[in-house]
Nanobody, 123 residues
Framework: QVQLVESGGGLVQTGESLKLSCTAS????????LGWFRQAPGKAREFVGA????????SYADSVMGRFTLSRTNAKNTVYLEMNSLNPGDTAVYYC????????????????WGRGTQVTVSS
């Protein structure tokens, strides 16, 4: 059974940075793309970014392009989301997700979800 566990969320001020981690278990990491969605209060979940199994392919939402960076370490079954220049619009619960490839993660419902980690950016 696939399990995705996020960590690293917290409260930061506008302009600061935060790095989220997601560790997967019950799955062979090299076979799947990993990524992140987020859900702000009163809004639908939205795609943030995804990274392919080799780390060479990435996709980002326009709203985070140039500020957020994905990376992964398959040996540690872990994917990272480094978030810079945070603003209150980034406040949300961030969910780690798993899918067959980057394109599918960006456009369809992921195969698996973590429970989420809260990120709050104060102004």
């Amino acid at each position: 059974q696939v399990q995705l566990v996020e960590s690293g969320g917290g409260l930061v001020q506008t302009g600061e940075s935060l790095k989220l981690s997601c560790t997967a278990s019950g799955v062979t990491m090299r076979r799947y793309a990993l990524g992140w969605f987020r859900q702000a209060p009163g809004k639908a979940r939205e795609f943030v970014g995804a990274i392919g199994w080799s780390g060479d392919t990435t996709s980002y939402a326009d709203s985070v392009m140039g500020r957020f960076t994905l990376s992964r370490t398959n040996a540690k079954n872990t994917v990272y989301l480094e978030m810079n220049s945070l603003n209150p619009g980034d406040t949300a619960v961030y969910y780690c997700v798993l899918g067959d490839n980057v394109g599918l993660l960006a456009t369809t419902t992921p195969k698996s979800w973590g429970r989420g980690t809260q990120v709050t950016v104060s102004s």
